[in-house]
């Protein structure tokens, strides 16, 4: 679930680059053409629309999968604020412990948790920017159109900004990325994995 939704993210952040391209939002701002996904917006939109529904119904098997099974509640939390303190002050330290990869420190449950609500924010404002006739009160809820736009476009800021993040560290602690390739490490029967490194 996580790489498709790393290839629908991936669509729908470079086809949503061509899209916005037609028409900036940001006076005398274009993505490059070498970035944008889609031969002009009309192809960016197709794209666009394709990939929703890799997005969306990934997206809902992962919701449904994670609330059965209990794992937002495991993965996510409880957040505490002494833990954020505590991660915090580790990180500028450079001491952040990744000896048990699956279990988050404060910060990464609450990067987390906001990836997942930005994601659930793009369906909401892309449904009232896609069909703004019929979801008419999802878009007068949202402000007017050109509001739910700018908020779409805010949501993927944010999610581009947490990918820029999440790929340095998985770069920095490469463990992790092998984890996510090969299923990760052994659950043991407390829910926890063994450390990734063995010393
Ligand atoms: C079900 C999910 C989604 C739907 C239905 C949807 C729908 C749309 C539509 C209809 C447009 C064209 C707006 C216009 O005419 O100006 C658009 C633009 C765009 N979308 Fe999405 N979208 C969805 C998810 C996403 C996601 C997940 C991202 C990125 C993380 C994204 C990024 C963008 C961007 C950057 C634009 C260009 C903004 C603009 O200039 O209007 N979209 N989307």
Redesign the pocket.
Known sequence: MHWLNAVA?FI??A???G??ND???IRGFVFSDSLRLGEGAEWS?NW??GG?WL??INGLSYFAYSAWTGRFRERLLPIRIGDIVETVRETLRFHLAHEDLTTYNAVQKILYIVVLLA?VA??IT??A??KPVQFSGLVALLGDFQTA?IL??A??SV??GFVIVHVALAVLVPQTLWAMLTGGPRVGPSGHGRPAVES
């Open positions: 993210m729908m952040i086809s949503g680059w899209i916005y028409f900036p939002i939109l666009h629309f929703m997005l969306v994601g793009q369906v892309g449904l920017i896609w736009r779409h476009f949501g993927m999610i581009f």
